[in-house]
C-alpha cells in the first residue's frame, strides 16, 4: 500500500468527521482525497499535527473549573501561537543548525554550524546546540527547508503547550508567557538538537557504542516527557496543596465532556499525521506504524477504563480520553520500531501507569494538576523512551543515527533492536536500553534545572519590584501633605 493511499484514507475519516451524511460526505471525500494528491505529504503531516495542540486544549479544558475555562482555552491558542513564532525567530536554528552535518537532507546543505564544548578533545559526535538557520521567517523559505519548518514548528507548539496549558491557573498572565518563551528559546529546541538535530543524545551509538544512539521517533521524550516534567517543577516551586485539604481519589470531573471526547479524537487525527510526516525520516514501514498507533491506543483506552471500572464500579470519560492520549504518547517513541503485539502491551502498560500516576501526583503529593500533565504526558514519555530498549524487533531501522548503514551486530540490515529481538535479529541490549536511559537522564535535568532557575529568577525579580513599589508609594505618603504631623 503506497503512502499516498493511507493519506487519502486519513483524509477521508477526517471528512467523515466534519460532513453530513449522504452525497455531502461522498463529495467531501473526493475533494480532500485530490487534495491530498496535489499535496506534499510532509506539508498535509504538519497541518495534522496543528490538531494536537487543538486537543490538548480542548481536554484541558474539559477538565476546568467553569469559571477558569475559558482562560485555559486562551492559553492554548496563546501557546500555539507563541510556539510557532518563537520556532521561527530562534528555535529552528538551535535546533537544526547543524543539521547537514548528520542528514543528506537536501535542504540541509546550508545548516551546518553547530557547537560542542568538548570537540577538540573527544572528537564530531557531541554537538549541544545549532548555530545556523536564524530568523528563518525573515526571508521567503527553501521549497526543502519550508516543510521541515512547517512540521517541527508544529511540534514546537505541542510542546509548549504541555507546561502553559498546566500552569495556567497558577501563574500570573505575564509570568507565564515569560516561562513559554523560555521553554521555547532554551528547552525544546535544545534538547530537540539533542535528539532529531544531530546532537550528542543522537550519537551515541557512534562515539560511545550505545546502540542506536538515544531514539524517539515522534517526540515521547522530546514533545511530551520534556512538557510534563517542565511543568512538574513549576508546579512544585509554585507550593503543594495544604495537607488539611482532603481529595477523593476519584478522577477529576469533566464540566464540559464533549470537548473532552472531541479533543481525544482530534489528538488521535493529529497523532497520524505526527508519526508519518516527518521530512527528514525515510526507510520506514507506514502501515506498521499506523497500525501501531490504533493498537497502542486502544490497549490504553481498555486497561484504563477497566481500571476505573474496578475502583469506581463504571466507566469514567475523562481517564478514557486521557488512556487513549497517555498510549499515543508512549508508542511514538517506538512505533516504527516494534511489532504490533508489543504496541498493544506499550499501550496497556501506558494505559495503567496513568490512573496510579495521577493518584501518586495528586493525593499523595499533593500537586494539583487539572491538565494530568506529569501523569499523562511525562510518565507516560518515560515509559515510552524505556520501552524502545525492551521491545524494538531490529526488523526497522538500519542506519538509524548513522549507526549500521550496511550491517549491525554481523546482522546485514539489522535496525534497531531491544532485549526481544525478532527472529534473524540479534538483541541489542543492554546497550540500546543504557542509550535511552542517558537520553531520560539528560531530559529531566534540562527540565527540572531549567524550570527551577526561571521560577527563581522570575521570584526574585517579583520580589524586588514589590519591595520597590512599596518603597515608592512609602516614600511618596512621608511626603505628602496629608502624611506629614503638625509642626509646633
Known sequence: MSIMMIWSAVLAYSAVLTSGVGSGVAGALRRLVAAGMELDL????????????????????????????????AVGMIALALGVVVYGVVGFGLQFGGLGLVSEFEGAQDL????????????????????????????????????????????????????MLALATRLRFLALVGLGMVFGVLVYPVYGNW????????????????????????????LHALGGFFALAAIVASGARASTVKVVAD???????????????????????LVVGSPLVSGVSYVRILLNVVLAGCGGILVSSLYVWFVRGGPDL?????????????????????????????????????????????????????????????????????????????????????????????IDGQGVSGLLAGPGFQADWPAQLYAQLTGIVALLLLALAASWLILYVVRDLSR?????????????????????????
Not at 493518584?359 to 511525562?378: I, N, P, S
Open 42 to 73: 510532509s506539508l498535509v503531516a504538519a497541518c495534522l499535527v496543528f490538531l494536537i495542540p487543538a486537543g490538548l486544549t480542548m481536554m484541558a479544558t474539559s477538565a476546568s473549573r467553569r469559571e477558569v475555562a475559558a482562560s485555559v482555552a
Open 112 to 163: 551546518r554550524s553547530e557547537w560542542s564544548p568538548v570537540d577538540r578533545v573527544w572528537g564530531p559526535g557531541w554537538g549541544i546546540i545549532g548555530l545556523d538557520g536564524f530568523l528563518v521567517l525573515r526571508d521567503s523559505l527553501d521549497t526543502e527547508v519550508a516543510p521541515v519548518f512547517l512540521y517541527y514548528a508544529a511540534l514546537a507548539a505541542t510542546a509548549l503547550c504541555i507546561p
Open 195 to 222: 535528539v532529531w538535530g544531530g546532537g550528542y543524545l543522537s550519537q551515541l551509538g557512534t562515539t560511545i557504542e550505545l546502540g542506536h544512539g538515544f531514539v524517539d521517533y515522534a517526540g515521547a521524550g522530546t
Open 251 to 273: 478522577p477529576p470531573p469533566v464540566h464540559f465532556p464533549v470537548l473532552g471526547v472531541l479533543g481525544a479524537f482530534l489528538l488521535l487525527l493529529g497523532w497520524f499525521g
Open 318 to 410: 475523562l481517564m478514557v480520553a486521557r488512556g487513549l492520549v497517555a498510549a499515543l504518547i508512549a508508542i511514538s517513541a517506538s512505533c516504527a520500531f516494534v511489532p504490533a503485539w508489543a504496541a498493544l502491551v506499550i499501550g496497556a502498560i501506558a494505559g495503567l501507569l496513568l490512573p496510579l500516576s495521577i493518584y501518586l501526583f495528586d493525593v499523595k503529593l499533593r500537586l494539583d494538576d487539572h491538565t494530568a500533565a506529569v501523569a499523562m504526558h511525562g510518565i507516560s514519555g518515560l515509559w515510552g523512551l524505556i520501552a524502545v530498549g525492551v521491545f524494538a524487533d531490529g526488523s526497522t531501522g538500519a542506519g538509524w543515527n548513522g549507526v549500521g548503514v550496511t550491517q549491525y551486530l554481523g
Open 464 to 488: 524586588r519590584t514589590q519591595a520597590l513599589r512599596s518603597g515608592i508609594r512609602q516614600s511618596g505618603d512621608e511626603s505628602s501633605p496629608g502624611g506629614q504631623s503638625d509642626g509646633g
